[in-house]
Nanobody, 114 residues
Framework: QVRLVESGGGLVQPGGSLRLSCTAS????????MSWFRQAPGKERELVAS????????SYTDSVKGRFTISRDNAKDTVYLQMMRAKPEDTAVYYC???????WGQGTQVTVSS
């Protein structure tokens, strides 16, 4: 059974940084693309960033380009989302996902506020 566990959420001030982690278990992590989604109150869940298997090519939604970085460490079965220059509109529950198998983590809350 595949399990994804996020960590690293919390409160960050506007302009600050935070790193989210997602550790996978239960399948061969390095052959699957991984993604981060987020859902703010009253809004639909949106794709934030994805990273391919193998070469690790990253893609981002426009609102986070240049501020967020997705990366993966296949030796640790972990995908990361480095958030920089955080904005209040980044406040949401962040989920990691392995879309190919429809596997999702439980989510971690990120709040950007002074």
């Amino acid at each position: 059974q595949v399990r994804l566990v996020e960590s690293g959420g919390g409160l960050v001030q506007p302009g600050g940084s935070l790193r989210l982690s997602c550790t996978a278990s239960g399948n061969i992590f390095d052959i699957y693309a991984m993604s981060w989604f987020r859902q703010a109150p009253g809004k639909e869940r949106e794709l934030v960033a994805s990273i391919t298997a193998g070469s690790g090519i990253a893609s981002y939604t426009d609102s986070v380009k240049g501020r967020f970085t997705i990366s993966r460490d296949n030796a640790k079965d972990t995908v990361y989302l480095q958030m920089m220059r955080a904005k209040p509109e980044d406040t949401a529950v962040y989920y990691c996902a392995q879309i190919s198998g429809n596997y999702w983590g439980q989510g971690t809350q990120v709040t950007v506020s002074s």
